[in-house]
C-alpha cells in the first residue's frame, strides 16, 4: 500500500513550487488559531473523519485527482482522518509529526535592495515565523539570527558559492533557540553577538557602531537596548536595518521577557531612545526583523518596510517617551510558551536534540 505519512520536506517542497495540494487542518479551533499551515483550510476533528459527498474532504471540495494533506498536532488523529479519506477515494496523506515537525519547515524571499553590493535572502521559518538573514558580498556571507538547522543555511551558501564566514545574533533570544553555535562551529565561521555578559561561550563582542567586513560590503552594529539591555540592530550597507525584535514593520519589541514589572519600565524608556536612534536613518532604509507573528506563505515576498513607512504606520513611535511607555506597558501579550527555558538555553549555547517540543507555537515578541 502506498505510504499514508508525507514528510515536512516533500511538503515543503510542493507548496515551494505551488504544486496543488489540499491542506486540511484538523486541530481544534484554539491550536489553529496559535498557528497553522498558509493555505491549509480548517475544518476540525470531528468534521475530518466523517464521510462526505463526493469529491470533497470533510466538506471541502477537491479537484479530482489533486492530493489531500491531513495535519493536525502530532501527526496521529491525522492517520484516522486520512484513512476515512482514502476510504472516500479520495488522494490523502497524514503529514508525519503534525504540526509539532512543520515548525522547522522553511521557505526563501530575495530583498531588492537597488544599487547595494549586498545580496539579501531572508530565510524564513514559515510555522512560527521566525525570519533570520542570508548576507552575501563577492563570495563571502554571514548569516544574521539563524533559526532552522545549520544544514539549510550550509545548502543555500554552497549552491550559491558562498563561505559563511560570521554567524551573527541581534540579541538572547526568548522566541527560539539560536542556532548561531551550531551553524558557526559547521562552517568554522566567528560568532558575533552583542557586547554582553549573558552567554556562557566564547564569542566575539561586538560594541556599539563597530563594523564587520563581508565581501565588499559593512555590517555596522548600531546598538539598541529596550526588548533585551544587549539587543542591537546591524545596518547591512547603510541600505537595510536587521532590527531583532527591536522594530517590525507594524509594531515594536516587547519590553517585559524575563524582567520584573520595574526593569520592564526602564527597558520601554530604553527602548524610546533606540528608536529615536533608528528614526534619525534615512527614511527609505529598509526594516527586517527576526520574527513576524503570522506564518509566512510560501509567496517569495519578504517580510519588511522602508524605515519612513514603519514609522508613519506604527502609532506609538510618534508619541512622546512618557505615552511610550504608558501604551507599551499597557498592551504586553502573553508570554512566549517555554521563553524562561529558551532563554537559559540560548544563554548556554545549547540545542536539545528535538528543539520543536520548546519551540512549538507562534511568536511572541513584538506590541503593536
Ligand atoms: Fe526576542
Redesign the pocket.
Known sequence: MESIDIGVDDLREWLDAGRPVTVLDIRNAAQREEWSIPGSVHVGPQAAMRPGPPETAAGVPVPPGQPVVAVCAQGRSSQLAVQALREQGITAMSLRGGMMAWSLAWNLAEVDLPGSRARITQVRRTGKGCLSYLVASEGAAAVVDPSIDPEVYQRIADERGLEITHVIDT?V???HLSRSRALAGRCRAEVCLPEQNRVSFPFRALRDDEAITVGAIEIRAVRTPG??LESTCYLVDGRALLT??TLFPGAV?RPD?AASSEQARQRAHLLYGSLRKIAALAPEIWILP??TSEPIPFDGKPRGAPLGEVFRQVEMLNADEDRFVEVLLSRIPPNPPNHLEIVRLNESGEVPDDPTRLEAGANR?AIS
Open positions: 540579541h533570544h526568548a522566541d526588548h533585551t531583532g525584535d519589541g521577557l527576526c520574527h515578541c
